[in-house]
C-alpha cells in the first residue's frame, strides 16, 4: 500500500487548470519535494492531499483511505502556505488547543517550544508576534500530533536563517512520511531525497534528487 495514491488528478479554479493528469505514488517513510514555480499548482495539491479542496477528476487516496476521512485526519500534519495561527490565541493557548483535538502530552509542547526558540513568547498573542515566529507557531501546530504523514507548504517562508536551519533540523528527524512544496532548489535539496517537479499543474520529471543533481 501506498502513503500517497494521486491518479489522472485534475483541479479547476473557473477557467484556470491548475493541476492536470496529474499522477504519482509516494511510499511511506519517503522525503519528498514538490518542487516548482509560483503558480505551478504545488498549493493545490497539497490542500487536496490534506482533504480541504477537491478534486475535479482523479483519484486520490492516503493509506488507501479517503484524505477527508477521520482516519486521515489523525495520521496528518498540514502546514498551510502563509498559516495563520489563532490571532487572538497566545501562543501557548494555540498550542493546547491543537493539544486537546489530538490527544497530546501537554510536556511536547514546551518541549516544541524551547527547540524553537518560542518560549519567550508563550504568553503573547500570535496577532502580536512577528511573522517569522508565526510561521514557526504554525510548524508547532503541525508536528505537535508526532503526524506519520507531513504536508508542509514552503515551510521555510518568513524564517530567518537560524531560524531555517533550526526548522530543518527539526524536520530531518521526524519519522514521517514528508511531501514538502518549495521553489527553491536548494531548499528541496536540504529536506528530501525525492523530487516531483510540477509545473503549469504538470508533472515534469520525479525521481530520486541524486539523479536530478549528477544530471547538473
Ligand atoms: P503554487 O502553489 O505552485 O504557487 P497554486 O496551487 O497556488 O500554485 O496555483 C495554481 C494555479 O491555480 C495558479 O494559476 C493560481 O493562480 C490558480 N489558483 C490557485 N488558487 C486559486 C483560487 N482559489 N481561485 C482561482 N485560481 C486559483
Ligand atoms: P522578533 O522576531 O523580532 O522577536 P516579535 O514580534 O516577537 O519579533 O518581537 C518584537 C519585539 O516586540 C520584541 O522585543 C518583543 O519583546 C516585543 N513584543 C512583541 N509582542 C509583544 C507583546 N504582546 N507585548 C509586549 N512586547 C511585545
Given at each position: 500500500m501506498f502513503c500517497i495514491s494521486v491518479k489522472d488528478l485534475t483541479k479547476r479554479y473557473g477557467n484556470v487548470?491548475?493541476?492536470?493528469n496529474v499522477t504519482f505514488n509516494i511510499e511511506c517513510n519517503e522525503k519528498w519535494a514538490l518542487l516548482g514555480p509560483n503558480g505551478a499548482g504545488k498549493s493545490t495539491m497539497l490542500k487536496i492531499l490534506a482533504g480541504l479542496i477537491k478534486p475535479d477528476k482523479g483519484e486520490v487516496r492516503i493509506m488507501d483511505k479517503d484524505p477527508s476521512s477521520p482516519e486521515v485526519r489523525k495520521i496528518l500534519g498540514y502546514l498551510p502556505e502563509d498559516a495563520d495561527p489563532?490571532?487572538?490565541?497566545s501562543v501557548i493557548d494555540n498550542l493546547k488547543f491543537v493539544a486537546s483535538l489530538r490527544d497530546v502530552d501537554e510536556s511536547k509542547i514546551y518541549d516544541l517550544l524551547d527547540l524553537l526558540d518560542l518560549r519567550q513568547y508563550?504568553?503573547?498573542?500570535?496577532?502580536?508576534?512577528?511573522r517569522g515566529n508565526r510561521q514557526k507557531l504554525a510548524i508547532a501546530m503541525a508536528i505537535l500530533h508526532n503526524p506519520s504523514l507531513l504536508l508542509l507548504d514552503e515551510?521555510?517562508?518568513?524564517?530567518?536563517i537560524p531560524s531555517q536551519e533550526t526548522v530543518i533540523d527539526l524536520f530531518s528527524r521526524l519519522n514521517s512520511t514528508l511531501l514538502v512544496s518549495t521553489h527553491i532548489l536548494s531548499v528541496a535539496d536540504r529536506l528530501a531525497t525525492k523530487v516531483l517537479i510540477i509545473s503549469n499543474g504538470t508533472i515534469r520529471w520525479i525521481g530520486d534528487f541524486s539523479l536530478l543533481r549528477s544530471m547538473g
Open positions: 487548470i491548475a493541476l492536470y489563532f490571532p487572538g490565541l508563550m504568553n503573547y498573542k500570535a496577532s502580536t508576534l512577528s515551510p521555510l517562508n518568513y524564517l530567518d
